[in-house]
């Protein structure tokens, strides 16, 4: 019963990562780059939510929602400023100006909302959901994140799978160039992308922080680590591999601690992905490119 | 006032002058062949027409609006497509998803309709769905609409291309050595086909080819270049006789 506790809490943080994981892997997918920033969008989505439900009292959903558009139009101006005028540049330029703005983010929030640790209150006000006759019970923010998580995902595959909009995401993704030529806007494509990532951070972040109360400048930096992990362990460019790579690296977490030891667990994490791309370097459900020689 | 009219267009990579003075003037309904040894600057003139080079100097003109030196999703807009020379469609998705992306600018409906899954998106999604299926098949592959676009065969991922490309309901469609790599038959395939696009569309084509007899055969005008200048011009004959492309291409006495 307890194991099935551990579990379920392991899933529910394994969705957060999950969330995050898939700005990863959908920038890494159209824009070819690592946003190393986006753990700290979360960061700013975390405050943006204390500052109006927990400091102001606004309704929670109101809250959430003003996050996502704080985190969109930062995602969309991080993108027009420190991306985009290196389009054609070397990939090792654009990785180290992504890693420049994230701890432009972090400093920045250290200045404005200084750096003592805010304690967060919790979006979500629903009681605990006991299970097996009381033996177990699940916090509602387990439930809720787990839920919520699934249904942004199917959204988020639907759109990009069943629309026009997705289609020409698609098209980018495989060859910008042709896209290009197809009518398809790139700069307007690879900003939507950052937009959808980033307001997908502002959600996780209101989610993590509901179960793990403790804001700092620096909170989105190991989550954000987490979830690149996470994406490059389910196979980075992959929405479904972004999903699974999140929950099952929740799940390893969580048992990892529970069973094995707190201090060791992140070391497990990364010697399971250090495995998993031993095996299959391309991620769980990576997409095998063949280099023409 | 020709559809297509180019002046004096001109691109130098460094110090390498890769097409100058390049002259054009495309009418509707015709085909249009461009020809030159390799590295004579065919594609590279393909490229400032589509807008995947600035040119340096020079005007392209499309129905009358200046397109020179615009973006390549500008010129798509305005009217112009293209194939490749190496087939670039996206090898991943269906083949019906393939040409759907070609409608992308003629085909529209908002975000919130796609998220919300409305009346609006469910009618231009089966518009879109419609119009691929007649081009599909057209070229007779409607029947392989759900395959991945990898999974065809060569001459049919190079019809595909055409589809794509014609999807987007171009003025001009450019066709970038459309017979290459292609056996007889499928060449042979490829000749009928690029006419019953010409006369079903009633669109303009101009195609780069090294296969001559295919040129020959199909082009009601050629122009030839080599080293990123036009020698020739004319209907396939008098190209054909000229000196300066059989030397062009057979190697002569430069006098």
Redesign the interface.
Known sequence: MQFLGYLISGISLGSVYALIALGYTMVYGIAKMLNFAHGDVIMVGGYMVYFTFCSRGWHPLLAVLFAMAVCTLLGITIERVAYRPLRSAPSLAVLITAIGVSFLLQNSAMLLWKSDPKSFTSIISMDPISIAGGQLSIPAETIVTIVVSVIIMI?LLW?VN???????M??VS??R??????????NGIIS?TFAIGSSLAAVAGALLLSSYPTLVPTTGAMPGIKAFVAAVFGGIGSIPGAFLGGVLLGVIENLSKAYISTQLSDAIVFLVLIIVLLVKPTGLLG?KIAVKV | MALLEVTNLGISFGGLQAVSGFRLSVESGHLYGLIGPNGAGKTTAFNML?G?YVPDEGNITLDGVDITGK???FI??AGI??T?QNI??????SVL?NV???M??K???G?WH??FRDGV?RS??KE?DQKAMELLDVFGIADKADYVASQLPYGEQRKLEIC?ALA?EPKLLLLDEPAAGMNPNETLELRETVRKVRDDFGIAILLIEHDMKFVMGICEEITVLEYGKIIAHGDPETVSNDPRVIAAYLGGDDD
């Open positions: 959204v759109f069943k629309t026009r909009i997705g289609h020409a698609k098209a495989e060859d160039g042709a896209a290009q030529l197809m009518g398809i806007n790139v939507l997409k | 589509t995947m973006t390549p999703e798509s807009k497509a293209r490749f670039r469609l996206f090898k991943r998705m998803d759907k992306v070609g992308h600018n085909v529209t409906y975000m796609g998220i998106f231009r999604e879109m794509r987007s």
